[in-house]
């Protein structure tokens, strides 16, 4: 196998749980080219990642600037696409999910020797083995999935770390994130009120983290006025408030953070892939398949998570490991 591309264009993390994906290739193909397909949005999760030969970020009209004409788009698609056919890869593995019909139809158009794609996805195990899974026709197996890997932006990351140093938390506090996308994932503010009240009292020091933009917002809501009232009213505790406003900021910051304490999202799967330990907070029915992939994470869940007790998050808190220093800033 000479050359190898991989798709995958859903959210981020979907693409930290193909990430074992990628090192699984490498791991059987040390000398061909690996390449991804990924999107704009969600391309800082593997940009630094050293395995990885060149990315490519397929624009549409989701994650076009506002200014660029439909034209300009698809423009820039089939400028992309052809770009793509012209490296005639030996094998294109089509790893978004398999309701994603136009990632199939890119896989086609791309024009591979051999295409691998993913025809269903069964209830059956952790998205990362569900992932990896579509290389079985390539004789590899998914009994030892490896732990996904996520590479923060060095100069982005040391930025990070002074501001926490100089703030109010001071250097490798834990991190709490407020986004979730889906209103079965977010925790009420009262709870991460009380929450953090209360850990502080234990000696604990945060950085509270959000998506930052309004809430009204039709393509990415954001999570500046939820901020704004816990800031105002956990007034004079060690806690600093940083919005991040790109993808490469939010895996800085993970990177130099004690822990993670975050709803089922991305972010989760972000600090999993830096190393940093995690505490979910997960609806039943979402754990077995889409909890953090990787060792160091505690899970607290409930049939929605709205439903999970501020007690429960403390109790599994005080038992969460702690990263004293980051390994990025050294």
């Known amino acids: 196998m000479q050359s190898v591309l991989v798709i995958r264009r859903d959210n981020i993390g979907d693409l930290v749980c193909t990430t074992p994906l990628f090192r699984t290739l490498r791991e059987h193909f040390p000398d061909a080219r690996l390449c991804a397909l990924v999107n704009p949005y969600n391309r800082a999760v593997l940009d630094n990642n050293p395995i990885i030969d060149k990315i490519y970020a397929f624009p549409n009209e989701r ?5 660029h004409s439909w034209r300009e788009v698809y423009g820039q698609q089939a400028s992309l696409l052809l770009e793509l056919r012209r490296e005639k890869f030996d094998c294109i593995v089509q790893a978004s999910r398999s309701t994603r019909r136009q990632d199939k139809i890119f896989g086609r ?8 794609r993913r025809d269903h996805d069964p209830d059956t195990g952790h998205e990362a083995t569900r992932t990896v ?14 732990e996904p890997r996520v590479y923060p932006d060095i100069p982005t990351t040391r930025r990070m770390h002074s501001i926490l140093q100089n703030s109010v938390s001071g250097a490798c506090p834990s991190a709490i994130h407020l986004s979730a996308r889906n209103k079965e994932n977010q925790w009420p503010l009262e709870r991460y009120r009380e929450f953090l009240r209360r850990a502080v009292k234990e000696g604990g020091r ?3 983290l959000w998506s930052p933009g309004d809430k009204r917002s039709a393509g990415h809501p954001g999570d500046d ?5 816990l800031k105002h009213e956990l007034a004079g505790l060690p806690i600093t408030f940083l919005p991040t406003h790109t993808v490469t900021e939010l895996i800085s910051v993970l990177a130099v953070c004690a822990n993670l304490i975050g ?8 600090a999993s892939g830096l190393g940093t330990p995690v505490l979910g907070l997960y609806c039943d029915s979402k754990v077995f398949e889409w909890r953090p992939w990787g060792p160091e994470h505690r899970i607290v869940s409930a049939p929605l998570v709205p439903d999970v007790r ?12 702690t990263t004293l220093s980051s390994p990025w800033v050294r």
């Open 63 to 67: 994650h076009w600037p506002s200014e």
């Open 206 to 208: 945060f950085v509270v």
């Open 263 to 270: 709803c089922d999202g991305g972010h989760c799967h972000l």
């Open 109 to 116: 158009l791309i024009g591979g020797k051999r295409y691998l």
């Open 225 to 229: 006025e939820k901020a704004a009232s």
């Open 310 to 321: 501020v007690d429960d998050v403390l109790t599994a808190y005080r038992d969460l490991p």
């Open 133 to 146: 899974s579509v290389l079985k026709p390539l004789n590899i197996g998914t009994s030892a999935i490896p």
